[in-house]
Every structure is written in C-alpha cells, then in structure tokens.
Nanobody, 117 residues
C-alpha cells in the first residue's frame, strides 16, 4: 500500500533548527492527509502538523509560528518536510510520520529529536 520513512532527527541546542523529512512510497495516490505526530517519554502521542492534498495545513498550538510543514508531490513519491525553528527542550520527542490513506492509516518508525537547554 503506502510506506513512510522518516529522516532528519538529531540533537540540537535550544533555539536551533532541524528539518525532518518523510518519504512516502507505494500507492501514494491514496494519501489524503500526511503529517507529523510526536511522543515524549511518559506522554501520549500528539499531533504536530498535517497537510492535505490541497495544501491545507494544521498545526498544534504549541508549534504554530515555529514549525512549517510542506509537501512535494512527485510522480511516484510524496515527500513531506517539517521545518522546526526556535526549538525548545519541550519539543524533545520521537517524531512519527503519519499518512491517512484510502487503505487505512500508515505510521513510520519514528525519528528522535532531542533539544538541549
């Protein structure tokens, strides 16, 4: 169906920036909405940002104005980027790519983002 693979996590100091990438392959025509969730230790997974086929975006209040999601639709792949600026220690989490498709929801394996104070 659809597979998603994340990349771009790492360690950064507070105030710094990182860009995450999510490469979706397979039946990418079936993707409706794609985006990012995150989960910090001991906390529930939460939505970070999503983008629809039409380019409509949605952000968590905690990241609005600091994070930007964008989408590149190629012929056989869809790549979604999450540009994260002005990072804070509370942004530390595992970040998961998520795709809502006609065949069901698809999750990536996650990439770790650690922000040091």
């Amino acid at each position: 169906q659809v597979q998603v693979v994340e990349s771009g996590g790492g360690l950064v100091q507070a105030g710094g920036s990182l860009r995450l990438s999510c490469a979706a392959s397979g039946r990418t025509f079936s993707i409706n909405t794609i985006g990012w969730y995150r989960q910090a230790p001991g906390k529930a997974r939460e939505l970070v940002a999503t983008i629809t086929n039409g380019g409509d975006t949605h952000y968590a209040v905690s990241v609005e104005g600091r994070f930007n999601i964008s989408r590149d639709n190629a012929k056989m792949t869809v790549t979604v980027y999450l540009q994260m600026n002005s990072l804070k220690p509370e942004d530390t989490a595992s970040y998961y790519c998520y795709a809502d498709t006609y065949f069901g929801n698809v999750w990536g394996q996650g990439t770790q983002v650690t922000v040091s104070s």
